[in-house]
């Protein structure tokens, strides 16, 4: 079995894999005071919980955009599975082609799920990630890198304006009935959650704009993808799994080309 860990800024997933099947996956809270045993203890729980055997993971692989959890995290892997993790960008490239100029990398969560959305869908295609931060890139039909961009995320958004702000409330993260409410809340909802998904619309149309290739489809993946899609036509395919299956293929090549 394999055991894929995607490690953001709220949440690190884990997945795990017989070959190309997935067999289960949870979530735990991406926290940098947890201690190896702590997280440890928790995986082996759930290995326990659903009746697998920590002793056939093979492998691990990680890729993680939250640096001071890594530690306590690789340990764990180690104590509790038998495993040294393998951590995209320092022991995997995850083998994405660029197309755009400079030697800047992409990051490992963003790149790993390009890789995992070009497996499933093929190019041309967007690939849209609503985490904490939301991020859009593009891939075209030879499956190259071609750009992207980062916007803070609708919760950033909301929380910033209740805290920057004297008299405006925390409010649910959920679109309203209309654009134009009756109460602060609605107001707040509509402007944020509303404007927020005005704003992909946008920036989805200049970026197939600028890829210039017929067929692109968009697809989105993180916590608010699910909620884009019930209030937008911008998206083709909402895939929870894009890193999870990312780090799956990368792996697979790297074990192929051995």
Not at 27 to 37: H, Q, V
Not at 90 to 97: I, S, Y
Not at 246 to 252: A, N, P, Q, T
């Amino acid at each position: 079995m394999l055991l894929t860990i995607d490690v953001g800024n709220t949440n690190m997933v884990f997945t795990i894999f017989e070959g190309e099947t997935r067999r289960g996956g949870f979530r735990l809270k991406t926290d940098g005071n947890r201690t190896a045993d702590e997280i440890g203890l928790l995986v082996w729980s759930y290995f326990q919980r659903f009746g697998l055997a920590a002793e056939d993971v093979e492998d691990v692989v990680i890729a993680s955009v939250v640096p001071p959890v890594m530690y306590a995290l690789k340990t764990a892997m180690e104590r509790y599975f038998g495993r040294t993790p393998l951590v995209v960008d320092e022991d995997l490239d995850p083998g994405l082609p660029y197309g755009v100029p400079g030697d800047e990398r992409l990051g490992p969560d963003r790149s790993v799920a390009c890789v995992g959305a070009l497996e499933k869908y093929g190019g041309p295609l967007i690939v849209l990630d609503f985490g904490t931060a939301t991020t859009l890139d593009a891939v075209d039909g030879q499956g190259r890198y071609r750009g992207g961009c980062i916007a803070a995320g609708v919760r950033i958004s909301m929380d910033a304006l209740f805290q920057k702000t004297a008299m405006l409330p925390n409010v649910a993260l959920c679109p309203p009935e209309r654009v134009l409410g009756a109460t602060a809340v609605e107001h707040i909802q509509a402007g944020c959650v509303l404007g927020y998904i005005g704003a992909m619309e946008y920036l989805v149309r200049l970026a197939r704009e600028e890829l210039g290739e017929g067929g692109v489809r968009v697809v989105a993946t993180g916590g608010l993808s699910a909620m884009v899609a019930r209030h937008s036509d911008i998206i083709d395919v909402v895939d929870d799994d894009l890193v999870s299956e990312g780090l799956r293929v990368i792996y697979r090549r790297r074990q192929e080309a051995r």
